[in-house]
């Protein structure tokens, strides 16, 4: 049985069983929690050690919990004949670079993950010695890949692309299997994805078929609808990030600059405020109007 997250020296896989929250690094994801904001690096570095380096520092001071990035060995991710293989060749960051970003994370105050898209993947991150792992959405089908994050014990969101309902309950079968805290993201793999095929209503599908954090991915252009999924529920947001929109790359142009970032970080904490608590009850603003009710027998 998990711990709550109040006990002191709670371990990163700790869970409080009440509210479906966890520890992630220095952060806690879960119900009454401030929603877990996410900068998805990915590789809009370029390969540049030194611009993601900067990414890591402009998400702290953003205002995002964490930064995200992408960790593969090419040639196991795709096939050479593939039109994506040579930009993912020259976005590949090797171990040196990710204990370097790493570094930069921790001296900027930012939680520093990345998604594996193979085991040697996972061996590197691990030797890092990230709070926990992402699930790619192209990944969620992918069970070998799956249970070689799940048997570390370390806590992992997972995005939920492209996935019907008998395969996001796989996937959370095989998670639970390995008594491991997780978050689920709701996701449209399109990319950019246009507003009106966000769908924003699979959110409340997911707490159907799971009570643990629900979150969303985005990958629309600016940062409405991210702000909206918190208003349906969302626990979680990732959003792609990036230092310069006109950048050459598949995913600048939806990704978020520093100023966007910090316009979606506080659009995402006034939603939390109006959000309010939940409780039923007299509000404080109520407490004058008390005396108008018209109470019988």
Known sequence: MFETVAEENVSRADVSTEYGSFKFGGKVIGENEPVFIIAECGINHGGSVDIAADMIRKAAESGADAVKFQTYIT?????????IF???????????AHHRLY??????????????????SVALLEEIGVPGYKI?????????LMRSVGKIGKPVICST????????????????????????LHCISAYPTKEEDANLSVIHSLQSLYSGPIGYSDHTLGIEVPILAVASGAKVIEKHFTLNKTAVGPDHKL?????????????????????????LGVAEPERNTLVFRRQSK
Do not use: H, W
């Not at 991710?77 to 039109?83: D, H, I, L, Y």
């Open 161 to 184: 692309g492209m996935a019907d309902e008998a395969e996001v309950l796989k996937a959370k079968e095989i998670l639970s299997s390995y008594k491991i805290p997780f978050a689920l």
């Open 86 to 96: 040579d930009l993912l060749k020259d976005c590949e960051l090797n171990s040196d």
């Open 255 to 279: 990704s978020a600059d520093p100023d966007e970032l910090k316009r979606m970080v506080n659009g995402i904490r006034r939603v939390e405020v109006i959000m309010g608590d939940s409780k």
């Open 136 to 144: 790619a959405s192209f990944d969620i089908v992918n069970l070998s």
């Open 75 to 83: 040639e196991k991710r795709v096939p050479k004949e593939s039109p």
């Open 103 to 120: 570094e930069v994370a921790q001296k900027s105050n930012i939680e520093f993950f990345s998604t594996p898209f193979d085991t040697e």
